[in-house]
Structures are given as C-alpha cells and as structure tokens.
C-alpha cells in the first residue's frame, strides 16, 4: 500500500510512505518526523508511525497563503478518521462526503482506493488524525465478527467505499483521551508498538460505540446549538481546574442550562460535571507520575480546595485511594490502564 500527500506549494510529495499489506504481528514499529517551516506564517509537522497493514499520521499545518492539499492511498483499506480543524473544504472521489470538515468529529470509512482533494484556507489551524488499515489488519482487530457493523461489513465484502455513517459524529471524552495517550506515548521499539496497537483497538471500540450506539446529534441538535456546545467543552478543556459553574458556563455560551445540560450529554456522551470530574482525574493521574508532589498539593492544582474531597473523588472514578498510586505507581497504573480497557 503507497500513501502519498502533496501540497499545492510545492513540487514533491510532503508525505510519502509504503507499507507492507499483511499483517506480521512481529514486524517492527517504525517512526518519523516531518517539520516544515517558513517563517512564522508557514508551518507543517507530521508523526508518521507505521508497521506492516498500519499507518498513523497526526499532521498540523499553518499557512499565510491558501493551499490545495491532495491526499492519496493507493490501494483497499479502513480508515479511523479523526478531525480538529474547520472550514476546509472536501472532495473525496468514491465517497459521497461532507463538504466541509467539522472540528472534534470522527468516522470511519472504507476505501478501494483513496483520493481527497482537501482546500485549506489561511491563517486556519489545521489538524488531523487518521489511521489507516489495510483489510488484514482491521480483520485481525475486529476478529472478523461482522455483527459489529452488518451493513459496512457487506460494503467491504463486495469492495464498495463507504462510510461507516453518513456523517461525522462528535468526539466523546474516551476518544479525546486516548488520542491524547497516543501522541502523548514515550514508550520505545516493541513497547511502543504494543501500545499503540492497543490504543487503536481501544480507540476503535470507542468510534464504533459513539457511532453506532448513540442518537443521530443533528437532530436533537441545531448547528448554532452545536457550536456553543463545542465552545463549551472547550472552556472546560482549557482549565478543568478552575471549571466554570453550570449557570456561568451557561451565560459564557448564550444557551440556556436545560439546553446546555441535555445537549452535552447528547453530543459527548456524558454530563457537564462528569466531564469535568474526569478531566480532573485524569489529570491526576498524570500529576502523581512526579514522585514529588503530595496529595495535597495534586489536589490543589486539580482544582479540590478539600483534600478528602479529592480522595472520594479519585477513590470513585479509579478504585484506588491517591495514597495508594502514590506508593506504587507502576504497579496501580498498570491495574487502572486494565479496568479503562475493560469498561
């Protein structure tokens, strides 16, 4: 399989890559890094980790000028798409697609051969997340029960490109996180490649649960409506800590609280304060990584004026006191990575 993407701007391919389609369970994991840069108005960076039937690319582009951005795979494969950006517009041959791309949404879509033709827009942040399958791969992670996706299954059956859904749903706080474990991950050679294999199974789990499992969001909720709760979840995200309450978060975005609150919950799958009580978690979570700060002192910058209320909290969403990661962090951490899978 070749993947192939190529920027208006300049005359060679940005991305090149080719990978065996067999799945070897013992073939290596390979990474690379790609920076462009001009200036400050031009900027692109792309991780590229690829093994034999799988290639991850997480790309980041800004520009001072418009550009066209082809993107081509050449041969049958899945892929879990992962979007963070607006107002680019799509041309996919095949597939009947959105014309614009939405930020924080995901599919998964089925391909004979691929080619997007993508127009970025300057001055736009520009942000992607796609994972590419080749057929072996994908069977060997879905054990190839079809039940999971009946009439998807058939369109790969018969080599018809399609999406998993007619549109791109929501981000859901599980497929926020485990992106963020991704890119996040410091692990090297065979660690690493069980790991990320891992998180794409996981991660897989979560598209097809937010997908298929829950309501069609568009029509529950308009396009103005979604955008505030977008900005929402935004403001949550960016100082989780010092979360705002229902009614200012409400104020903050012009909606009403019963809209707010049935929204979110329709949009990222979970409530407003259970959002926010994660975030927190999960945050301690990587604070209590540094041997050198106390409870008290993880508690405090995860936004708890109450040490004890912290630990009820921690104790609730994990199962384990913050006293206890404290004394043997590997080990509890390895328990709590089980129980994520497992729910």
């Not at 705002?244 to 609150?261: A, D, V």
């Not at 004890?308 to 509890?332: T, V």
């Amino acid at each position: 399989m070749k993947i192939k993407s190529t920027l208006s701007a300049y005359e060679k391919p940005i991305l090149k890559i080719e990978i065996k389609e067999h799945y070897d369970p013992k073939s290596h994991l390979s990474e690379e890094n790609i920076h462009i840069e001009n200036g400050d108005l031009e900027n692109i960076k792309s991780t590229i980790l690829a093994t034999d039937g799988m290639v991850l690319i997480d790309t980041q582009m800004y520009f001072e000028k418009p550009q066209t951005e082809v993107f081509e795979i050449s041969d049958e494969c899945i892929v879990m798409d992962f979007i963070n950006c607006n107002n680019i517009e799509t041309d996919i041959e095949q597939l009947e697609n959105e014309k614009y791309l939405k930020d924080n949404t995901h599919n998964i879509f089925y391909t004979t051969k691929f080619k997007g033709t993508f127009k970025i827009p300057a001055f736009e942040q520009t942000n992607y997340l796609c994972i590419i399958l080749t057929k072996d791969f994908y069977y060997n992670i879905i054990n190839e029960d079809w039940e999971l996706h009946k009439k998807f299954s058939k369109n790969i059956l018969l080599k018809k490109s399609t999406y998993l859904t007619s549109k791109y749903s929501p981000f859901t706080p599980g497929i926020q996180w485990i992106i963020h474990e991704i890119k996040s991950c410091t692990r090297q050679g065979a660690l690493k490649k069980m790991y990320i294999e891992t998180k794409i199974k996981e991660l897989l789990i979560h598209q097809l649960e937010a997908i298929i499992e829950q309501p069609i969001v568009s029509e529950i909720i308009n396009e103005d409506e979604y955008a505030k709760l977008q900005e929402a979840k935004q403001i949550i995200e960016k100082d989780c800590a010092h979360a705002p309450t229902l009614t200012e978060l409400s104020r903050m975005i012009s909606l009403n609280e019963f809209k707010l609150k049935k929204g979110f919950k329709a949009c990222f799958g979970t409530t407003v304060k259970s959002y926010i009580i994660k975030l927190r978690m999960e945050n301690a979570k990587e604070l209590f990584k540094s041997k050198g700060l106390t409870v008290s002192e993880v508690a405090y910058k995860c936004g708890y004026k109450d040490v004890s209320h912290f630990s009820a909290a921690f104790k609730s969403f994990y199962g384990f006191s913050p006293q206890k990661i404290k004394i043997n962090w590997d080990i509890i951490n390895f328990w709590i990575t089980g129980i994520l899978l497992l729910g």
